[in-house]
C-alpha cells in the first residue's frame, strides 16, 4: 500500500473554523464527530431514566413513583436508547469516519445525503425529546396495540413521529454505506479484501434498508389509528393486534442485528490489532456477517410466542431462531481462535474487546433458551429477557462502541486517551455490567416480571445488586467521557499509526486531511497482514 | 467550504481496477463531484442508489399490500362491497393516463440522450401533466366518497353487517393510495425542477442521467399503482 | 431490431418505438384485466389480474428500466427487494393462515 509521505496536512478538523463550517458540512469525518455528540447526548437522557428506574427498584413498594411514572421512565429508555443510541452508534459514528477511510476514497457516495441524515436524525430527536419532556409516553418501546392507540392518554403520536422521521435518517445511511462500499473501493480492494468491519457494516446497512420502511409504515398505521378510531389493530374495533406485533418485530428483530453486527465488526478488528494477526477464518467470519443479516429476517416471530400467534408459525420461527444462532458461534469460535497463540497485548480496546466476546456468548446463549418455545412460555415477559437482551447491548454492543472509541481515537483526534484509565474504566464497566444484569437472570427465572416496579420482597436482593451494579456501571461510562474529553487537550499526540496495526485507515495522518489521503492508495495484500509470528515458548 | 478546490491530482500513474471503469482522466469535466474518479463511476453510483432506495420503498409500500392481504383474506366479502363503491371508470382511466405518462418520461430519457433540446421539455412537461391529471382525479374519487360518506374516522356511515370491516377496506385503500399520490407528487415536483433545467439547455447528452434516475423512480411509481389497481379496485366485480 | 443508441454507461437505451410498444402493451393488459375481473371465477379473479400486473411490471422493468441490462449488482437489489417483500407476506399470512391448525394441549 503507498503510504503518505508528504509533511502532515491540514486536519480535517482545522482545516476551516466556525459553527457554519460544521453544521453545512460535507466531510463524512465532521459528520461523525456531529453524531458522536449527539448520540452521547441521548445515551445520558437514556441513563438518567435508567437511573430513575434502579433507584425506584432498591425497595418493593412504589415508594419513589407512581405506575404511571413508571411507565414512562422504561419507555423513555427503551426508546432512546434502542432508537436513537443503539441503532445509530457505530453506523453513523465510527462508520461514518472510518467507511471512505478504510476502503481509501475520498468521501461517502452521497456526502450531501450524509449531512441530510444528521438533520433528519436531528429532526426525529427532537420531536421525541418535546414528547418526553411535554407529558412523556407510556407504551414501552414496543408501543403494543391496542394500549398504544386506544388507551394510552400520553403523547404517542409525537413519540411515533420521532421514530418515523429519525427512520428516514437510518435508511440513507444504510443507502450510502452499501453504495460507497460497492462502488468506491481502491483499486485492488475486492471483497476478500475489505477489513471485516466492513463486511459486517455492509450486512448492516442491508438490514436499514429493507426493515426500516416496514417500522415507519407501521407506527403511521398505529397513529391512524389512534387518531381516526378505526380498527386496524384493536381488537375491540375489529382489527388484530397481532398483525401490529409482525410488522413491529419484522423490524425489530433485524434491528437487533443492526445494533450488534457492527460492533462484531469491530471486535474483529480489535482482535486483529491487539493479536497482531490475521482473523482466524476471515471468509467464515465475513459471510457469516451476510448469514446473520439474512437469517436475521427471518426469526421475529420469537417475539410472539405467547401472544397468541399460531402454533405451526410458532414452531417454523423457534427452528429459525436456532439456525441464526449459528453465524453468531462461528463468529465466537473464530475470534477466539485468533486469540489462541497471538501476541497478545492487553491494552483498553482489547480489553473491551475481550468483554464483548464472552459477555455477547452469554446472552446469544441465553437467546437460544428463549428461542425454545416450552422455556419461552415461562421466561419470557420477565427479568430473563431482559438480562438476555442487555447482556448483548450492553456487554456486547455498548463495551465495542467504547472498544472503537478507544482504538480509533488518536486516528479521529490525532490525541492519545490515558491509558492507565482507559483500563481502569474497562474494568470497571465489566465489573458493574456483570453485577448489574447476572442477577436479572436469576430473578427473572425465578419469575420477577418486567415493567414492574412493585414486586414480592422476595426478589429485593436482586434488585439492590443490581442497582448497586449500575452504579459502578455509570463510574465506568463517566471515566472515559472525562478523559476523552480531557485528551484533546493535554492528550499526547498521536503519530499516524499508534498501534502498528493495518488497514488503510492507519496509511494516513492522524488526525486525517480532509480528503482523507495525498496519494490514491492501491491495495496488493490480503487484510491484517501482519508478519507471521513463530509459536509461543512453552 | 473552503476545501472544495482541492481535488486529487488524475494524473498520478495509478492503474484503475477493473469495475472503476474508464480511464483516469487528465482534465476533470465539470460534472464529475470531487469526490468520484470517473463520470462512469459517478453515473454507476447514481444510478445504483437510486436502485437501492427503490428497494425500500417497495417495503414501505409491502407492509401496507402485507395487511391489506390479511385482512382481505378475512373479510373477503367486506372486501369486495367496498371494493365495489370504487369508482372503476376512474380507477380505470387513472391507470391509462399513469403508463402514458411513464412513456413520455421514457421519450423524454430518450430524447435526452440524443441531445434533441426542443423536445426534451416537451415530453417531459407532457408526463408532468399527466402526473398531475392523475393526482386531479385521484382528488376527484377522494371527493365523491366524501360526499358518500366514506370518509373512516372522519365521517363514515355505511349501511349493512359488515361496516366495521368496510371502513377498515376504506382506511387500507386512503392509506395506500395516498401514499402512492405523495410519490407521485415527489416525482412531479422533482420533475418540474428538471423541465426547469432542460428549458435552458441542461440534461442533454452526458449529463442526462438525473433524468435517468427520476425515470427509474417514475417507472417504479407507476408498478406500484398497476399493483394498487387489481387489488383495490378489481374485487368482487362480477 | 434498429441499433439501440447508448447510455453512459453502454447500455442500450429504450427506442421511441420500442417505448409506444411497450406502452400499448401495458394499456391492452390493463384492459384485459378489468375485463377478467368481471368473470365469475371465485377465487381466480385476484390470482389472475396479479398475475397480469406482475407481466406488466416485468414490462416495464425490462424495457422502461432496463433491468435485463444492469449486469450483477442493479438486478440482485431488485431480486432482493422482491424477495424480502415475499419473506413478510409469507411470515405474516403463515401466522394468519394456520390459527387452530396445530392443537395446543390443554385447549
Redesign the interface.
Known amino acids: 500500500m503507498s503510504a503518505t509521505t508528504l509533511p502532515a496536512p491540514a486536519s480535517y478538523a482545522t482545516v476551516s473554523y466556525g459553527l457554519r463550517s460544521w453544521l453545512l458540512t460535507t466531510d463524512h469525518k465532521r459528520i461523525a464527530i456531529l453524531y458522536m455528540i449527539s448520540i452521547t447526548v441521548l445515551f445520558v437522557i437514556g441513563g438518567l431514566a435508567a437511573t430513575l428506574m434502579r433507584v425506584e427498584l432498591l425497595t418493593p413498594g412504589g415508594r419513589l413513583m407512581d405506575d404511571a411514572t413508571y411507565n414512562k421512565l422504561f419507555s423513555v429508555h427503551g426508546i432512546i436508547m434502542v432508537f436513537f443510541f443503539l441503532i445509530p452508534s457505530i453506523p453513523t459514528v465510527l462508520g461514518n469516519f472510518l467507511v471512505p477511510l478504510m476502503i481509501g476514497a475520498r468521501d461517502l457516495a452521497f456526502p450531501r445525503l450524509n449531512l441530510a441524515s444528521w438533520y433528519i436524525f436531528m429532526l426525529g430527536a427532537a420531536f421525541m425529546l418535546w414528547a418526553i419532556f411535554t407529558g412523556g409516553i407510556d407504551t414501552g418501546w414496543t408501543f403494543y396495540t391496542p394500549f398504544s392507540t386506544s388507551s394510552s392518554t400520553t403523547k404517542v403520536v409525537p413519540a411515533l413521529l420521532g421514530i418515523f422521521i429519525s427512520g428516514f435518517s437510518s435508511i440513507l445511511t444504510g443507502l450510502n454505506f452499501i453504495v460507497t462500499i460497492h462502488r468506491m473501493r481502491a483499486p485492488g480492494l475486492t471483497w476478500f479484501r475489505l477489513p471485516l468491519f466492513l463486511w459486517s457494516l455492509y450486512a448492516t446497512s442491508v438490514i436499514l434498508v429493507l426493515a426500516t420502511p416496514v417500522l415507519g409504515m407501521t407506527l403511521v398505521l398505529v397513529a391512524l389509528e389512534r387518531v381516526l378510531h378505526v380498527g386496524i389493530f384493536d381488537p375491540a374495533l375489529g382489527g388484530d393486534p397481532l398483525l401490529f406485533q409482525h410488522m413491529f418485530w419484522f423490524y425489530s428483530h433485524p434491528a437487533v442485528y443492526v445494533m450488534i453486527l457492527p460492533g462484531m465488526g469491530v471486535t474483529s478488528e480489535l482482535i486483529a490489532a491487539f493479536t497482531h494477526r490475521q482473523v482466524f477464518g476471515y471468509r467464515f467470519v465475513a459471510l457469516a456477517s451476510v448469514a446473520i443479516a439474512v437469517l436475521g429476517f427471518l426469526v421475529w416471530g420469537h417475539h410472539m410466542f405467547v401472544a397468541g400467534m399460531s402454533v405451526h408459525a410458532a414452531l417454523i420461527f423457534s427452528i429459525l431462531s436456532y439456525l441464526v444462532a449459528i453465524p453468531s458461534a462461528i463468529k465466537v469460535f473464530n475470534w477466539t481462535a485468533s486469540l489462541h497463540r497471538g501476541a497478545i497485548s492487553l491494552d483498553t480496546p482489547l480489553l473491551y474487546a475481550l468483554g464483548f466476546v464472552g459477555l455477547f456468548t452469554i446472552g446469544g446463549l441465553t437467546g437460544l433458551f428463549l428461542a425454545a418455545l416450552a422455556i419461552d412460555v415461562h421466561v419470557t415477559d420477565t427479568y430473563f429477557v431482559i438480562a438476555h437482551f442487555h447482556y448483548i447491548m450492553v456487554g456486547g454492543m455498548v463495551m465495542a462502541y467504547l472498544g472503537g472509541l478507544h482504538y480509533w481515537w488518536p486516528k479521529i483526534t490525532g490525541r492519545l486517551y490515558p491509558e492507565i484509565w482507559g483500563k481502569l474504566a474497562a474494568l470497571t464497566v465489566f465489573l458493574g455490567f456483570n453485577l448489574t444484569f447476572f442477577p436479572q437472570y436469576i430473578m427473572g427465572y425465578l419469575g420477577m416480571p418486567r415493567r414492574y416496579h412493585v414486586y414480592p420482597a422476595e426478589f429485593q436482593v436482586f434488585h439492590v445488586l443490581s442497582t448497586a451494579g449500575a452504579s459502578i456501571l455509570a463510574v465506568g461510562y463517566l471515566l472515559p467521557l472525562v478523559y476523552f474529553l480531557l485528551s484533546l487537550w493535554h492528550g499526547q499526540q498521536a503519530t499516524a499509526n499508534p498501534w502498528g496495526a493495518t488497514g488503510l485507515e492507519w496509511q494516513t495522518s492522524s488526525p486525517p486531511p480532509p480528503h482523507n489521503f495525498v496519494d490514491k492508495p492501491v491495495v496488493t495484500s490480503e487484510p491484517y497482514n501482519y508478519p507471521t509470528r513463530e509459536p509461543a515458548h512453552g | 467550504m473552503a476545501e472544495r478546490r482541492t481535488t486529487l491530482s488524475g494524473r498520478s500513474a495509478v492503474p484503475t481496477a477493473p469495475g472503476l471503469g474508464g480511464h483516469v482522466a487528465a482534465e476533470r469535466p465539470p460534472a464529475l463531484a470531487e469526490h468520484f474518479e470517473t463520470l462512469e463511476q459517478q453515473h454507476g453510483v447514481n444510478a445504483l442508489g437510486m436502485l437501492v432506495f427503490l428497494g425500500s420503498e417497495l417495503m414501505f409500500f409491502g407492509m401496507l399490500f402485507t395487511v391489506y392481504t390479511a385482512y382481505r383474506l378475512r373479510y373477503p366479502e367486506a372486501f369486495a362491497m367496498g371494493s365495489r363503491h370504487l369508482d372503476l371508470a376512474l380507477g380505470g382511466i387513472n391507470t391509462a393516463v399513469l403508463i402514458i405518462s411513464t412513456l413520455m418520461m421514457a421519450l423524454a430519457e430518450h430524447s435526452a440522450l440524443r441531445g434533441e433540446r426542443r423536445w426534451l421539455p416537451r415530453y417531459l412537461a407532457l408526463a408532468i401533466l399527466l402526473g398531475l391529471l392523475f393526482l386531479g382525479i385521484k382528488g376527484l374519487e377522494y371527493y365523491h366518497h366524501a360526499q358518500e360518506q366514506l370518509l373512516p374516522g372522519f365521517a363514515f356511515s355505511f349501511s349493512g353487517p359488515a361496516a366495521e370491516q368496510v371502513q377498515l377496506f376504506f382506511l387500507l385503500y386512503y392509506a395506500m393510495t395516498g401514499l402512492h399520490a405523495v410519490h407521485l407528487t415527489a416525482g412531479i415536483g422533482v420533475a418540474c425542477v428538471m423541465l426547469a433545467l432542460a428549458w435552458r439547455g441542461g440534461l442533454l447528452g452526458a449529463e442526462h442521467w438525473p433524468l435517468e434516475m427520476l425515470g427509474l423512480y417514475w417507472n417504479f411509481v407507476d408498478i406500484i399503482w398497476l399493483f394498487l389497481f387489481p387489488l383495490l379496485y378489481l374485487v368482487g366485480r362480477p | 431490431m434498429s441499433v439501440e ?1 447508448r ?3 453502454g447500455e442500450p ?4 418505438r420500442t ?2 410498444v ?2 400499448a402493451a ?2 391492452i393488459l ?1 384492459g384485459v ?2 375485463a377478467v ?5 371465485g377465487g381466480w ?2 390470482l389472475l ?2 398475475l ?2 406482475a407481466v ?2 416485468v414490462l ?2 425490462a424495457f ?2 432496463r433491468i435485463r441490462y ?1 449486469h450483477g ?2 438486478r440482485l ?2 431480486v ?3 424477495l ?2 415475499a ?3 409469507a ?14 394441549l390443554g385447549k
Open positions: 443508441d447510455n453512459a454507461r437505451t429504450t427506442s421511441p417505448a409506444l411497450v406502452c401495458l394499456l390493463t384485466s378489468i375481473a368481471h368473470l365469475a371465477l379473479n385476484a389480474t396479479l397480469i400486473a406488466q411490471a416495464i422493468g422502461y428500466m444492469a449488482l442493479p437489489v431488485v432482493a427487494a422482491l424480502w417483500f419473506i413478510l407476506l411470515g405474516t399470512l403463515d401466522d394468519v393462515l394456520t390459527r387452530g391448525w396445530v392443537p395446543v
